[in-house]
């Protein structure tokens, strides 16, 4: 067969193969148009999951007569003031998008700019262009597709149930949404309007978090950090879950470059990387980041669809999103999120009552009531980034001694002391041997000694390591532990390690080890069950990790052993100074696994419970 030249509108529709896969790639397309335009307000209408219809209408720039001819032209665009693609400025830039829409579907834009005192269309049905027509619109630009893939049927083979095609449409809304909270929005399907989203007004930061409360849920809102960090030219800003709010998929994390939504590895392992402390490898954060760097320092350029990014300077990128994720998760101090009181509540029942009524976005205490709130006090999260200083048993820290850090925690003379002073208020009783009561100004506070206490032996092992190392404590008749070969072997290739933890262990024969010492801060511990636990810790991680992240993963494996096990009693003094230490260190709302270390139950939500309100 000889060589020859494609006609152009096959070459249109191969290109469009790569645009244009689904109609959400052509419903993200048009919205960046439209914000690349100046719009204030954009309006999107889909039908059948976008097959028969997607309209978009915005109040942006608009175009002439002449530029609306050259807009459905390949590679035409007035996005790039120079040939140079290192400096990208907009979101579009390759002047494919409109040429491969037309290809494959009947496209019609009207468009009316500024001053001008009439509007005018242009159709391109098939790839068919037709010439500029007189239409009646206001100012900006009205784009209509319709019978999307009708000119190639073996695409629309390939497309979901219009339910999935819109959700897809819906996430790409609200993805761009999420980046450009001055602009309003609106979602419609068929007959109904799935999003309304006005334009959020103040401090940019604030304007983010009212869009994000919006679209990612007043949950969300009500329990996200914030973060604003720079370096060098790079800016990261935005909002991120605590730890305690997590998710089992990556869905709820989005991440935008100079305001355009990517999926790149880099960004989500530096994000893992910044909770590696607080979660599971199975549970995902809840958070929205926005980069914004130096557009000579990024190439965008990487694929038709513009969702990944290349970093001139990655690591520069990674420190600063790990760095300033920590930063923020310390300064959170020991909040957990407020969706762990409220679960509380919804797992109480009266006595003769109906089950509680479903929440409304999982926001409203029992039967409908406001929801329980575990914000931190004035000066409680800079107390929390300060504190360093290694704790051993219940001592007090020191910040728990000075008058000007807090008052001395409650004892048994003084059980109302704590109850102002102090967030996580006074001791009451212990129950089960496993959960301290304590009262509060506002209501009462729960907590799971094991799970707090272990986080407070974590925190105290990593701050020793950054000293120079965990101290330790000599047998004084070493454990020989028994394990399979292979097990063995881990451990003892990862000895050196393991001494900087604390750790001593020695290969003692065929498939066996022997501890001669172990931290000072475990205590009274089982030590064979601890080193059974870490040989299993190595064998699942393996060498995929840094040596840091495996150090931190075993940390929080001898801390769990180190800590105060549920059924030990406590006295009166031993649970106060537990409270106290929690309010003094970071990251003390959640444990090393994820799960909360304490909740709250606001008086108004007991009132609640028992008819009294």
């Known amino acids: ?123 391109v049905d098939a790839g068919r262009k037709g010439t500029p027509q007189p239409a009646a619109i206001a100012r900006g630009t009205r784009v209509e597709v319709r019978d999307l893939f009708a000119a190639v049927p073996a695409r629309l083979k390939f497309l979901k149930q219009p339910r999935t095609e819109f959700e897809h449409i819906a996430d790409c809304v609200e993805r761009l949404a999420m980046a450009h909270p001055a602009v309003a929005f609106t979602l419609a399907d068929d007959a109904r309007t799935t999003l309304r989203l006005s334009a959020a007004q103040g401090d940019l930061l604030d304007a ?118 920590k930063h923020a998760l310390a300064g959170a101090g020991h909040r957990a999120s407020t969706t762990v009181g409220t679960a509380t509540l919804g797992a109480f029942r009266p006595e003769g009552a109906p089950s509680p009524l479903p929440h409304r976005g999982g926001q409203t205490g029992f039967w409908g009531g406001p929801p329980t709130s575990s914000a931190v006090p004035q000066g409680l999260a800079e107390r929390a980034m300060a504190w360093q200083a290694p704790l051993t048993g219940f001592a007090p820290p020191p910040a728990a001694r000075t008058a000007d850090a807090a008052a001395p925690f409650a004892t048994a003379a003084d059980p109302d002391a704590a109850l102002g002073a102090h967030p996580l208020g006074a001791a009451r009783a212990q129950l089960h041997n496993t959960y301290i009561v304590a009262q509060t100004a506002e209501g009462i506070v729960i907590v799971d000694q094991h799970a707090a206490h272990e986080r407070l032996v974590y925190e105290r092992m990593k701050a020793a390591l950054l000293e120079g190392g965990v101290r330790r404590q000599a047998l004084l008749i070493p454990e020989v532990v028994e394990l399979d070969e292979p097990s063995a072997a881990r451990l003892t290739a990862r000895a050196a390690e393991l001494a900087e933890l604390g750790l001593v262990v020695e290969p003692f024969g065929q498939g066996c080890v022997v501890v001669r010492e172990v931290p000072a801060l475990l205590g009274q511990s089982d030590v064979k069950g601890l080193v059974r636990d870490l040989a299993e810790e190595l064998a699942e991680l393996g060498d995929a990790l840094s040596l840091k992240e495996r150090l931190e993963a075993v940390c929080g494996t001898m801390a769990c052993h180190g800590s105060v096990r549920a059924g030990r009693p406590l006295n009166t003094d031993e649970m106060n100074a537990l409270l106290r230490q929690m309010e003094a260190t970071p990251h003390s709302g959640q444990c090393n696994h994820g799960r909360p270390t304490w909740v709250e139950l606001k008086l108004g939500d007991i009132e609640r419970l028992f008819g009294r309100r």
């Open 208 to 325: 983010r978090l009212s869009r994000l409360g919006g679209l990612m849920g007043r949950e969300f809102q009500d329990n996200a950090v914030p973060v604003d960090a720079a370096r060098e030219a790079v800016r990261l800003a935005g909002w991120i879950g605590l730890p305690t709010l997590h998710r089992p998929t990556a869905r709820n994390q989005h991440l935008f470059v100079n305001g355009r939504p990517v999926r790149d590895k880099l960004l989500v392992g530096a994000v893992r990387a910044a909770y590696a402390d607080f979660l599971p490898r199975d549970r995902h954060p809840m958070l929205a980041l926005f980069l914004d760097i130096d557009p000579q320092e990024v190439d965008v350029n990487v694929h038709p669809a513009k969702a990944e990014v290349r970093f001139r300077d990655q690591g520069l990128v990674r420190g600063l999103i790990v760095g300033a994720l």
């Open 1 to 123: 067969m000889p060589i020859r030249l494609l006609p152009e509108t096959l070459v249109n529709r191969i290109a469009a193969g790569e645009v244009v896969e689904r109609p959400a790639a052509a419903v993200k397309e048009l919205v960046e148009n439209a914000l690349d335009a100046g719009a204030t307000r954009i309006d999107v209408v889909v039908r059948d999951g976008g097959r028969s219809l997607i309209a978009i209408t915005d109040d942006g720039c608009g175009m002439t007569p002449a530029e609306l001819e050259l807009a459905v032209e390949r590679h035409a665009t007035s996005k790039l003031a120079s040939d140079d693609l290192l400096d990208i400025r907009t979101l579009g830039f390759r002047g494919e998008a409109l040429p491969s829409i037309g290809a494959v579907s009947r496209l019609t834009i009207a468009s009316r700019p500024a001053g001008a005192d009439s509007g005018w269309a242009i159709l």
